[in-house]
């Protein structure tokens, strides 16, 4: 299914509320409106420095002379125009700011919406909006069709770790690393979403643990947190198994809360509710079970073109739950020297009850 660039532009245009234009310079806001079949190798940035999405007539991409030629090729905006240093290559200005004025001043715009803090000058009214990150919460059926492939790949990941981390005693967190990323690499996914995190023994009691070469021992929790980009898209996958099939009576305890918190706000994630009402649904079960002050982080982030982006499940968060969301759940314990649990699914908000997309096997045997 080809992305309908226009359906963003026109969405877009019908909420200017009296505003010229909106500009964008965020590298997942541009390549949302400008190139997000693109980017091999570069995920999450972008070819392109600014997109203009002007009240009337076609939206415009600023790039360098660097990328002119691919950004010719791959973005979904005719109107592309060049900034560079060099006096012999034809542009519109020495920098993608200088461009940006220009073409401003050339198309009478003189107030805008801005994804960032911009100022350009007197004479141009800025206000900064997050209506662009806000809109790319909700994914249109394109986008799911991406974000599904990527999931696939990614599932198949955890299978083929699951059953290395098992049979796993006396390999390093980083060969574990490697073996998976290869796997998955083997798959033709287009690379990852962010470096796979392998975390064994203690080790998986720090959060965001980066890998070491600590070797694999029995009974360990592992957890292996990882995604894959596939056209552009996203996934985000937690499990976490342990080193010959089974853990310490403590940890096995704490995989069972960790799983049924993780239920708790799936559960939870229905149109109209809030992000906090979300994380508490699986905190005030870890609480209740006494390890609330174990459980470090927020419960889940939206995803997409970008591995975090809006909106966010955490304890502050007010966002309303709304349908098409598309946002991981993944709750955690870790109890500091000994270890920890984590497990994560990506999550759709339909009509109806949450639609769990990762299929990876989470419960423990
Ligand atoms: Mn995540």
């Known amino acids: 299914m080809e992305i309908n660039y226009n359906r963003r532009w026109t969405q877009i245009k019908e909420n200017l509320s009296g505003k010229d234009a909106f500009v964008c310079s965020l590298p997942g806001n541009t390549r949302y409106l ?21 009240a009337k007539g076609e939206p415009i991409g600023i790039t360098s002379s660097l990328e002119e030629h691919r950004c010719r090729k791959e ?68 986008e799911l069709e991406r974000i599904n492939k990527a999931i696939k790949q990614s599932d198949k990941g955890q299978e083929f770790a699951r059953s290395l981390v098992e049979s796993g005693e006396g390999l390093t967190e980083r060969e574990v690393r490697v073996e998976i990323d ?9 690379e990852n979403s962010f470096s796979t995190i392998i975390a064994s023994g203690p080790n998986a009691a720090h959060s965001h ?21 596939w056209d552009g898209y996203c996934s985000d996958i937690t499990r976490t198994y342990f080193v010959g099939g089974e853990g310490s009576d403590e940890m096995e305890k704490v995989y069972q809360i960790v ?28 609480s209740e079970k006494g390890y609330g002050r174990n459980f470090v982080h927020g419960t889940g982030h939206g995803f997409g073109l970008e591995i975090h982006e809006f909106p966010s499940i955490t304890y502050k968060s007010k966002v309303i739950v709304k349908n098409s969301m598309a946002v991981t759940i993944e709750p955690g314990i870790y109890l500091p020297g000994k270890g920890g649990v984590r497990i994560e699914d990506d999550v759709l ?13 989470k419960e423990l045997y």
């Not at 997000?36 to 002007?54: D, K, Q, R």
């Not at 360990?220 to 990882?226: A, K, L």
């Open 259 to 286: 799983l049924e918190a993780n239920k708790k706000s799936i559960e939870a994630l229905k149109i109209g509710k809030t992000g906090h009402d979300v994380d508490k649904a699986g905190r005030k079960f870890i």
């Open 349 to 361: 908000v339909t009509q109806r009850k949450p639609n769990i997309l990762t299929k990876a096997k």
């Open 182 to 190: 290869y796997f998955m690499g083997r798959n033709s996914v287009q």
């Open 34 to 54: 400008a190139n997000s079949e693109s980017p091999p190798g570069c995920p999450p940035g972008s070819t392109m420095n600014f997109v203009i999405i002007p």
């Open 75 to 142: 973005a979904s905006v005719d109107d592309i125009r060049l900034w560079t240093n060099y006096p012999e290559i034809k542009s519109h200005g020495k920098t993608a700011k200088e461009v940006l004025k220009n073409t401003i001043e050339e198309k009478n715009i003189d107030s805008i919406y801005s994804d960032t803090k911009l100022s350009l000058g007197r004479g141009i009214k800025v206000k900064q909006s997050d209506f662009v990150n806000e809109m790319r919460g909700i994914k249109s059926p394109d």
């Open 209 to 229: 643990h980066s890998n070491t070469n600590r070797k694999l021992e029995k009974g360990d929790p592992v957890i292996c947190d990882f995604g894959v980009f």
